[in-house]
């Protein structure tokens, strides 16, 4: 087997993310070594996500990396992928997923006010916790983990909402501040959040092949149902978007959010087509 080549971006998240899959094309015999991108979503650090805008901000640059050659596999966070990949490239593996729900954290010991600023730069998140907290306010926040964790520790806001799967990866000890898991009845979670997605070229067999052996099947299950609604949707960061597919013994409950209205659905996991139709029909 070749030496395989991981295009990813140089956060600390996002090398955290490419070591997982790094590790289980290891565990399979691979060998591997790193390629790190800089996106345009990295470059620009100050400039809100809706101004900077574009389609696949932190994703285009790692995906022509691998269209170039210079890299075999590339690794996103599934949330960030546009909803329409570049074209001679596949998803071929999906890991296996962490946590899905979005987390509110702010100062320990100091009580979250009924009209606190909390910082994201996320319009689904606004959308989602003003339903909850309507005297809420909010303010843009950029940056990574670390830094957006800094900035509410030295009061920039009064409290922050992060991904939960990104704090477990960093293996951030929630304990250390305020906070409340929000749970997706709440916040339905960005399209494919706590997914990894490993895009390789559509003509590499071997890189699909070593890709397909690491996927866990109720992850790729997820990923494709709410990849299937998203790419119907075509929305793009500007637009608040949150999709989750909640699976269990072969049923799905699939929740989703366009905008400012929500909608449900609920049926086989087969079924899926009928329950994105469904989900459309009241959101569009």
Avoid at 15 to 41: H, K, M, N, P
Avoid at 138 to 165: C, E, H, P, S, W
Wanted: hydrophobic residues 40%; neutral net charge; charged residues 30%.
């Amino acid at each position: 087997m070749r030496k395989l080549i991981l295009a990813t971006r140089s956060s600390r998240l996002a090398v955290a993310q490419s070591e997982i899959v790094r590790d289980a094309l290891l565990a399979q015999g691979a060998e591997v070594s790193f390629l790190y991108v800089e996106t345009a979503g990295d470059t620009d650090k100050k400039s809100p996500l809706q101004k900077i805008g574009g389609d696949g901000l932190f994703v285009r640059k790692v995906e022509q990396a691998v269209l170039s050659g210079q890299a075999d596999i590339a690794v996103h966070c599934g949330k960030d992928l546009p909803y329409r990949i570049e074209k001679g490239l596949c998803i071929a593996g999906i890991p296996d997923a962490a946590d899905e729900r979005d987390v509110l954290l702010w100062r320990k010991g100091e009580p979250l006010s009924d009209d606190a600023v909390i910082g994201t730069g996320s319009s689904r998140r606004i959308a989602e916790y003003a339903r909850i907290n309507a005297n809420a306010q909010f303010a843009d926040i950029r940056g990574n983990v670390t830094m957006r964790l800094k900035k509410l520790q030295q009061g920039a806001y009064d409290g922050i909402i992060l991904a939960k799967a990104g704090l477990d990866r960093l293996n951030i000890d929630l304990q250390e501040f305020g906070h409340r898991i929000l749970e997706t009845d709440e916040m339905i979670p960005a399209v494919c959040q706590g997914i990894l997605a490993a895009e390789c070229r559509e003509d590499d067999a071997e890189a699909r092949r070593i890709l397909e052996a690491i996927t866990e099947q109720k992850a790729k299950q997820r990923f494709t149902i709410e990849r299937n609604l998203f790419q119907k949707l075509q929305a793009d960061c500007s637009k608040a978007v949150g999709v989750y597919a909640g699976i269990a013994d072969g049923r799905c409950r699939l929740s989703a959010l366009f905008g400012e209205k929500r909608a449900v659905a609920e049926g086989a996991c087969g079924d899926y087509e009928k329950l994105t139709e469904e989900i459309l029909a009241r959101l569009m």
